[in-house]
Structure formats: structure tokens, C-alpha cells
């Protein structure tokens, strides 16, 4: 791989990282319809790196409640919530641990991935019509969540966008836009940190016999994340600044049928 793709591809993950749209699909689609070589799972973990980092620093106010609620327990709402986040995140490290093979082999199938965003964008354009859209965030419960936490697996298929099958069950659940879409920025934070610590366990563990060119990947990756951090930074506060009130909108989804 090349600066330039990486580059690319970086502007790929910035952009659709915050929309229901499976960013990871375009990390595979993009090297194919440009006939590059394709970058791996590693690669497209690594490049999450830099949207964890602004998902972060813009709600670090967020995070610094429901980590003092999460140490008195379930005494207060936000307690409560940091966790059911924690307890959600859950069954996406199990699974994506257990699939890791499929994940980097057969699951990176074009055709695979163009049924898939299909699918997700039909079943979101449903659950936007049809959810209750009653329950705020603080009011969530605990089998919701973890039923969140459990859709959210999916997104180890590529075309199965993690903010859209979360948005698709919460609002299945009676949750409200805003709701489902800030608890998916939560959950992320969980979910990515889980992976990218298993990430480098694997780049620890073949450290003795790494070759010259994956020292260099390596490289690539941490200024790829560096850059994504601050481009992520601006999309989050483009989507915060609508107040999450489009972010379960299927609009951009059915984008995604109407090109496949």
C-alpha cells in the first residue's frame, strides 16, 4: 500500500465513520473499484484509531459523568447507563474474536457487502417509520442495551454499518433519534478500545518476526490516525450541530441502494 491510498482511504473512514453508511464497506469497496490490493482487517481496525481518539475529546464532558456515576454503581442514571455501555460491548468483542478469520477473508466479499448495505438500509428505513420513538437516552433499559450491544456484532461484516444496526434496533425498541444515535457514539468508544487492544496483542506477539514493510505500515497507520482524529473531529461536529435529529435518517442509506 502506498502513502497515497492510505491517504485516501483515511478521508474515506473520516467521512463515513458518523453516518449509517459502514464505513468499513468502503475501505473494502474503494481498493476494489480501484483495483488496489486490499489494505486487510488490520489496516481498516488501525484506521479507527483516529475516530476513537474525536469521539473522545468531544464527548469527554459525557464521559466524565458516567465514569463518576459508573464508581457509584447504579445509584444514579448515569451510572446506570456507563454500565449498561460497558455490558453492551460485550458480545461484539466475543463474536468479533471468534470470526476474526471470516472477518479478514470471507466476509470481505464485494458482492457480500452490496447485499448487505441493502439489507441495513431497508431495515433502517423501517424502524425509522415504525419505532415508537418514545424513550430518551437516560431512559433506556438494560435488555435494550444489550440487545444494541448484540446487532452491533454484525458490523463485523462489512455493509453492515455499526452506527446503523444500532440506530435499527434502538429505534425498533421505541428509542428516539437522538437517543439511538448518542448511545452509538457511546457504545463505540467500548467496542473500539476492546479491538484495538486485541490489535496490538497481534502486532506485540509477531513483533520478533515483523518485516521491514509491515514496521512501515505501521508508520502509515499512526499518521493516517493522527489526521482521521482531526477530520473526525470536524464530521462530529457537523452531526452534533444538527442536534442527532437526521442522524437515523435513511436518506443516506437509500443513497447507498440507489447506487447498487
Known amino acids: 500500500m502506498t502513502l497515497w491510498q492510505a491517504i485516501v482511504l483515511g478521508l474515506v473512514q473520516g467521512m463515513g465513520e458518523f453516518l449509517p453508511i459502514s464505513s468499513s464497506a468502503h475501505l473494502v469497496l474503494i481498493p476494489w473499484i480501484c483495483n488496489w490490493p486490499d489494505p486487510g482487517l488490520t489496516f481498516d481496525i488501525a484506521l479507527h484509531v483516529g475516530t476513537l481518539v474525536s469521539v473522545v475529546a468531544y464527548f469527554w464532558r459525557d464521559w466524565l459523568q458516567l465514569v463518576r456515576g459508573g464508581l ?20 461484539g468483542a466475543g463474536i468479533g474474536f471468534l470470526l476474526e478469520h471470516k472477518a479478514e477473508t470471507v466476509f470481505r466479499s464485494p458482492a457480500l457487502i452490496a447485499v448487505m448495505l441493502i439489507v441495513m438500509g431497508i431495515l433502517l428505513l423501517l424502524a425509522d417509520r415504525k419505532g415508537a420513538k418514545v424513550t430518551g437516552l437516560i431512559g433506556i433499559r438494560f435488555a435494550t442495551s444489550f440487545c444494541i450491544g448484540i446487532s452491533q456484532a454484525l458490523a463485523i461484516i462489512p455493509g453492515v454499518s455499526r452506527s446503523g444496526v444500532t440506530m435499527t434496533t434502538g429505534l425498533f425498541a421505541g428509542l428516539t433519534r437522538e437517543a439511538t444515535a448518542r448511545f452509538s457514539f457511546l457504545l463505540r468508544v467500548f467496542q473500539e478500545t476492546t479491538t484495538l487492544s486485541f490489535l496490538h496483542w497481534r502486532f506485540d506477539r509477531g513483533r520478533a518476526a515483523m518485516s521491514a514493510r509491515v514496521e512501515n505500515e505501521k508508520v502509515i497507520l499512526k499518521n493516517e490516525s493522527q489526521n482521521l482524529t482531526t477530520m473526525s473531529l470536524y464530521a462530529i461536529n457537523f452531526i452534533h450541530n444538527t442536534r442527532f435529529r437526521e442522524m437515523a435518517c435513511p436518506s443516506s442509506l437509500a443513497i447507498e441502494v440507489v447506487l447498487w
Open 72 to 91: 457509584k454503581g447504579f445509584k444514579t442514571p448515569e451510572g446506570k447507563l456507563f454500565w449498561f455501555i460497558v455490558a453492551a460491548s460485550i458480545p
